[in-house]
Structure formats: structure tokens, C-alpha cells
């Protein structure tokens, strides 16, 4: 049945508050604009007003995800070899802005939506990007699949009006409003819990800096693991099983909720004592072992560097794709914490500056080199050497 705008909002409200997906495989795509488009030739788009295409590809997105740029790559190929019945609407959460430096550095004949209110991805009640919704030239959504699985194959069963099976990951209706779901109290001086999936619960962990409790909700081992040990950078992982046994997030049956209440007096080792419940209780087992590895030693650029010291006595590092905002923070923790995730080797800190600071990068699109100049803009530079790491083996 067709929807008009006035119940789709309300359906909208109501979905957010259920986390229940409203447009669904079947549905009628309603009749609404999606703007601001960068690079179309309207700012706004409505497609049951479009006639050019008998496929439309609603691809969410972002320049701050790093899978989803060759994703993006790999839509427009498709886009060129099917120009008479394909088109893409890329949809992020990026300002008008960001997208224009988008297409600045990358051309492309996909139109690019903004959606900085991530409207139409909780209408669709993703639960991440990396996603798309496809909408045929009767307005019907006949697909929610991930990104990465969209082929010419794909295309042509669509074209010929074959159902194909909808993999796209939505978020769930939780199974529980309590506010705490692990049951932990003010009056509680230690408690520990594991427990397997937990319905509705996005996969996410949380430690405060002044906490001696860490939370952990639909994780798998391996990540719980690598927080423990303080192990950031995947080239410092080595896995001695099947790497799925360690982690395998369409298994449900692999993934963990994990909560870690210690003794007031036993704060500074939360996480020596989270690595024995840890070994205690999974059947995952981990061990840090040392060896020689390429790496990024982080230094500064010119002696002279000395960057402002902060005010802010609680350390608070924060980043994303769009780079780091920390405050109170160390450079060993803006290597450890932010570029060991980013970069293709371990960062070693070697600035000599062990102060606390407001660090600040700001990264356009999520590449290397765009991650690199980031830190060369601090007054910093990335050399290449080898230096004796930690690493972390997962075994049974």
C-alpha cells in the first residue's frame, strides 16, 4: 500500500524509538526529496518524478569509512556499463561541504546526497553503512543488501524482475528496557558476567577514564582480547585457528556481552585482571609473545615543535574516519589509540613529548595518504623502521 509523507514521518518517530526498520523489501519508496544532492542536475531528487532509470541504487555511505570508497568505485563501474537503466544515489551523513572535497579529489557521475540528520538510513533501520536499498521504476524497494555484494549479476535478475534475497544488516527490537543490562548496581563492589548475543544491542564496548568497570555488548573474543592487552594495530594479531573462530560477526552464536566490575582499590588493574576472566571464562585463548616488525616511529618534524599543553586534567581521545579530536591526551595515546587502527604497520611514539594535549587532525577522505598528511599538518612526521613489538597469538 502506498504511503504519503505525513504517515511516513509518523512512522518515522515511532521508529526510533522502537529501532524497528519502517521502509522494508516490498515496500513502496515514498514519495518524498532527498536533498541536498552536490553534483546532480536538481539539488533535490524525488524518484517517483525521475524517468531515466529502471534501477535506483540507494548506497549509505560515508567518506569516513574506508571500505566504502572502493564500494563507491565498484557502483560507478556498474553505473557506466548500465547507463540506460542504472542510477545511484550515494547517501552519507557528510555535510554538502565535505562531499564537494569528495568529488574535488574523486570525479564521479554517482549523485551525492547529504543527509546529515541520517533520515533516510533509520528509515531503513541499517545498522550500518556499507548498505544499500534498491528501488525499482515502479518505486518499490526489491532489495536491501550490503554494498559489497552488488554485481552485474545482481543487476541483471533485477531487470528481469527475479527476487533476490534481501542480506542487508537492520538494527533489532531490544528484548529489554532495563537500564542496566548486566544488573549492576551502586551497591555492587565486584561482579563479573558472560553472556552470549544479546537481542538489540548494537555491538559496542565502554570504560570510562576514571571507571574500574568496562561493558561490552555483542563483541567477539578477539576484540575483548585486544582490549585487554592493549593491542590496537592488526598487524600485531597472529592467529593460530581459523580466524572466524575468533571472530565472526554473521555468527551470532560467536559474539559475547562481557562486563567487568573491579574492587575500588583494584582500578589501575582493571585490564590485567579483565585478561584472567578473559582466559578463565572463553574458549578462545590469547598470549602476547614479542618480535621484530615493520613500523611508523612517530617523531617531530623540527626540534623546535612544542605543541600547547592542555587544561584538561581527564583525558578524553575521540575519533573516527574524519580524523582525531582528543583533549588531555598523550601522543603515545593519539599513536596507539587512533593510528594504529588506521595506518598498515604498528606506531611507535618516539616525539619525546610526554605532556598532555589537545590533538586535533581533520582527514577529508579516509585514505593513507590522506591520514598521513593529517599528522605531518600536527608538525609531526611518520618514518619507517623496525622495532621489537608486542603481539597477540589466539589459540585454543
Not at 289 to 304: C, D, G, N
Request: charged fraction near 25%; proline fraction near 5%.
Amino acid at each position: 500500500m502506498k504511503k504519503n509523507l505525513l504517515l511516513f514521518l509518523m512512522l518515522i518517530t515511532s521508529a526510533a524509538f522502537a529501532q524497528l526498520p519502517v521502509i522494508k523489501t516490498g515496500d513502496t519508496f515514498p514519495d518524498m526529496v532527498i536533498r541536498p544532492v552536490v553534483n546532480a542536475p536538481s539539488p533535490k531528487i524525488n524518484i517517483k518524478n525521475l524517468n531515466g532509470a529502471k534501477l535506483y541504487i540507494l548506497n549509505f555511505w560515508g567518506t569516513w569509512c574506508s571500505p566504502c570508497i572502493p564500494e563507491m568505485d565498484a557502483l560507478a563501474k556498474l553505473q557506466k556499463a548500465n547507463m540506460r537503466t542504472l542510477q545511484v544515489i550515494a547517501i552519507s551523513d557528510d555535510s554538502p561541504a565535505r562531499l564537494k572535497k569528495y568529488l574535488a579529489t574523486k570525479p564521479s557521475a554517482i549523485w551525492l546526497a547529504s543527509d546529515t540528520g541520517v533520515f533516510l538510513y533509520r528509515a531503513f533501520g541499517l545498522s550500518s553503512v556499507g548498505q544499500s536499498a534498491i528501488v525499482n521504476s515502479k518505486h518499490q524497494v526489491v532489495a536491501l543488501v550490503k554494498t559489497h555484494a552488488i554485481n552485474q549479476q545482481m543487476i541483471n535478475a533485477l531487470l528481469a524482475g527475479k527476487k533476490i534475497r534481501s542480506d542487508a544488516e537492520t538494527k533489532e527490537l531490544p528484548v529489554s528496557n532495563i537500564k542496566d543490562a548486566f544488573g549492576v548496581d551502586s551497591t555492587m563492589t565486584e561482579s563479573v558476567t558472560l553472556r552470549g548475543y544479546m537481542k538489540g544491542e548494537r555491538s559496542r564496548g565502554f570504560h570510562s577514564p576514571l571507571s574500574r568497570r568496562v561493558s561490552y555488548y555483542n563483541v567477539c573474543s578477539d576484540i575483548l582480547y585486544k582490549d585487554a592487552f592493549a593491542i590496537n594495530s592488526p598487524k600485531q594479531i597472529r592467529y593460530e585457528l581459523d580466524e572466524k573462530e575468533a571472530c565472526d560477526f554473521n555468527n551470532k552464536a560467536s559474539l559475547y556481552c562481557f562486563d567487568l566490575l573491579v574492587k575500588p582499590e583494584e582500578a589501575d588493574s582493571l585490564y590485567s585482571i579483565m585478561q584472567k576472566k578473559l582466559l578463565a571464562l572463553l574458549p578462545i585463548k590469547a598470549k602476547i609473545i614479542e618480535q621484530m616488525m615493520p613500523v611508523y616511529v612517530l617523531k617531530k618534524s623540527f626540534a623546535e615543535f612544542k605543541p600547547k599543553l592542555s587544561q584538561s586534567k581527564i583525558p578524553s581521545p575521540a575519533f573516527s574516519g574524519r580524523g582525531f579530536d582528543g583533549t588531555g591526551v598523550t601522543f603515545g595515546m593519539f599513536a596507539d589509540k587512533y593510528l594504529n587502527n588506521e595506518l598498515d604497520r604498528p606506531v611507535v611514539d618516539e616525539t619525546g613529548l610526554d605532556g598532555r594535549y589537545d590533538i586535533k587532525t581533520t582527514v577529508d577522505i579516509r585514505t593513507l595518504d590522506n591520514i598521513v598528511k593529517s599528522v605531518t599538518d600536527l608538525g609531526l612526521s611518520l618514518e619507517k623502521a623496525e622495532r621489537k613489538m608486542k603481539v597477540l597469538v589466539f589459540y585454543k
